[in-house]
């Protein structure tokens, strides 16, 4: 089973950047669309962004222009560019298959945004 970990998150100030990092155990970018999700306690996860295996990119209406999602499937990882956080974003990320394909949920990485 492919396994992904999350890395890159911290504490930043509203307007700050941080790039998150999702490192997969195989080779599966290139063949399945893939995408970034938070969830806030108490609420339901939600994706953010996706990237197709062409490399066609989407997101929710809440980080358009904020956020780019990128894959390297030389290395088996895939990005989150997250720019003009803002306190709203504060959540726990994941990265997952947001298609037909998906395996076991990692820790994800806690992304915090201070007013």
């Known amino acids: 089973q492919v396994q992904l970990v999350e890395s890159g998150g911290g504490l930043v100030q509203a307007g700050g950047s941080l790039r998150l990092s999702c490192a997969a155990s195989g080779s599966i970018f290139s063949a399945t669309t893939m995408g970034w999700f938070r969830r806030v306690p108490g609420k339901q996860r939600e994706l953010v962004a996706t990237?197709?295996?062409?490399?066609?990119?989407n997101y929710v209406d809440s980080v358009k222009g904020r956020f780019t999602i990128s894959g390297d499937n030389a290395k088996n990882t895939m990005y989150l560019q997250m720019n003009s956080l803002k306190p709203e974003d504060t959540a726990v990320y994941y990265c997952?298959?947001?298609?037909?394909?998906?395996?076991?949920w990692g820790q994800g990485t806690q992304v915090t945004v201070s007013s």
């Open positions: 990237i197709t295996s062409r490399g066609l990119t």
């Open positions: 997952n298959g947001a298609g037909n394909w998906q395996t076991a």
